[in-house]
């Protein structure tokens, strides 16, 4: 069963932003802190930013608050919003339900693609 449905993604010029949007399962949503982690190239799946069910956010410092995390709770649905997008952001990010040490709780979704070009 499909748990994660990610979209938003696409070919963005460099210095641009993307808003991507996660809709979950509503068992997970509405009882999990929700995260945004990305792949790039070939590496490991790495954590961007999580969100809490109470709202609180927390992105990754080396991101240099480029990106912002949000959560609407009524269609089980949780956003990230990336600016000043440089090549290095080039990879495929996903949605999942996240621990309290930052893993992943369930199976991974598709992911949507983002492709900076410079």
């Given at each position: ?48 930013a999580t969100i809490d069910t109470d709202g609180t956010a927390k992105g990754d410092v080396a991101l240099k608050g480029r990106v912002t995390i949000s959560r609407d709770n009524d ?44």
């Amino acid at each position: 069963q499909v748990q994660f449905v990610e979209s938003g993604g696409g070919i963005v010029q460099a210095g641009g932003s993307v808003r991507l949007s996660c809709a979950a399962s509503q068992s997970i949503f509405s009882r999990n802190t929700m995260g945004w982690y990305r792949q790039r190239s070939e590496n490991r799946r790495e954590l961007v930013a999580t969100i809490d069910t109470d709202g609180t956010a927390k992105g990754d410092v080396a991101l240099k608050g480029r990106v912002t995390i949000s959560r609407d709770n009524d269609k089980n649905t949780v956003y990230l919003q990336m600016t000043g997008l440089n090549t290095e952001d080039t990879g495929i990010y996903y949605c999942n339900s996240v621990d309290n040490m930052g893993f992943p709780l369930h199976d991974w979704g598709q992911g949507t693609q983002v492709t900076v070009s410079s």
